[in-house]
């Protein structure tokens, strides 16, 4: 019996031994895992000091680039809307109009500068839409003042098509709206080498 007892206490002893060994390669292992979550975490860390420091400066350059562009932005709209009003009668029609466009051109440009400035709204991926209710002819006449010239310069023809009911408007956000047809009509003067760029708008009848 005794020697019975002496084996089954060795087995136990060899059984648990071979479970510390475990344990302790457990242990290891852990500590390996931990080792890998702190220097990743360590990683993230110094990812977000570099992305807050970039951010920090984004906003510096910004905040000093605005002024910079304000100054002489003030001065095209000024010298542009004292054009575009005419008040010695010199100008023929054209040219009234090309300084409406220049001062129409300028306000946009303007806006864009202080969306580009609300840094709140861009890092929270959100921009507030303004809807309004907005003449259609009204905006292609915009897209029509503002490309004709540059169609002219590249000797191409520009089209403007409008097949809905005079008067009709829609609600939208205007500023987004032209700036979308700026881009649109930009791009495909920009990469049409000859004929023409159409514009062209039809209401669209959904079942």
Do not use: W
Not at 56 to 84: D, G, V
């Amino acid at each position: 019996e005794l020697e019975a007892h002496t084996q089954k206490l060795q087995a136990s002893e060899e059984e648990l031994r071979v479970q510390q060994e475990e344990l302790q390669q457990n242990n290891l292992e852990l500590e390996e895992r931990n080792r890998m979550i702190r220097e990743r975490n360590a990683e993230i860390m110094k990812k977000a000091k570099e992305l807050e420091l970039s951010t920090q400066y984004k906003t510096e350059f910004m905040a000093n680039m605005s002024h910079e562009l304000r100054t002489p932005l003030n001065s095209i709209l000024l010298l542009s809307r004292y054009l575009a009003e005419n008040s010695e009668n010199n100008l023929t029609e054209d040219q009234k109009e090309s300084a409406s466009v220049i001062f129409n051109s300028g306000n946009g440009l303007l806006q864009l500068i202080d969306e580009l400035l609300d840094l709140s709204k861009i890092e929270a991926g959100k921009m507030d839409l303004e809807y309004s209710e907005v003449n259609i002819a009204d905006v292609l006449h915009n897209m029509e003042s503002m490309f004709l010239p540059v169609a002219r310069e590249k000797k191409l023809e520009l089209r403007v098509v409008n097949t809905l009911a005079e008067g009709t408007a829609i609600e939208v956000d205007k500023m987004k709206l032209e700036q979308i047809l700026k881009n649109l009509l930009s791009n495909a003067l920009k990469f049409t080498a000859s004929g023409y760029v159409e514009l062209s708008v039809k209401a669209v009848k959904h079942d």
